[in-house]
């Protein structure tokens, strides 16, 4: 039951977080800045990102299920803090803002966030740190677009 109570806390804490930050964008993926700016040839369809944040946050959200279960770590759960914040704001700095370089900067952050909590609780972790490949996996493929987009426009 104390598994349940953590995994539906967290789809709560990593769903709300997308819807959020989603709200944020003011209609990013569809204005007419973003839709005319010269995009990375590998740019998925628009579609993916919905399928990829929602399988990445449902894996994000096991693996911090078992994260919280195992420990109580005051380091953990500051990290987990600061990805949520930079997850959201990403969204608001990028779309809403057109904040290019500053968008930029924040997705380097959450990378870097992100890769910390990997390698940092992956001896706690063990396999249960496979989780968090997809994630790992989508925010390279993102810094790689937001790049794309600032050094082309």
């Not at 930050?21 to 010269?38: A, C, E, H, Q, V």
Request: with cysteine.
């Amino acid at each position: 039951m104390k598994k349940l109570k953590y995994f539906i806390f967290f789809l709560f804490i990593n769903f709300g977080s997308l819807g959020l930050g989603s709200w944020l964008m003011d209609n990013g993926p569809r204005s007419d800045w973003y839709i005319n700016l010269n995009q990375a040839p590998w740019t998925p369809p628009g579609w993916v990102f919905g399928v990829a944040w929602s399988l990445i946050m449902l894996c994000f959200s096991v693996y911090l299920m078992f994260l919280f279960i195992k420990i109580t770590s005051e380091k953990a759960k500051i990290a987990f803090s600061i990805q949520v914040f930079l997850n959201i704001i990403w969204n608001f700095i990028f779309f809403n803002q057109h904040l290019i370089l500053l968008g930029l900067i924040t997705i380097i952050l959450l990378t870097v966030v992100v890769f910390y909590i990997f390698f940092s609780l992956k001896k706690t972790m063990k396999s249960w740190s496979l989780l968090l490949l997809p994630y790992i996996i989508w925010l390279l493929i993102a810094t790689s677009l937001n790049a794309y987009i600032l050094f082309n426009n």
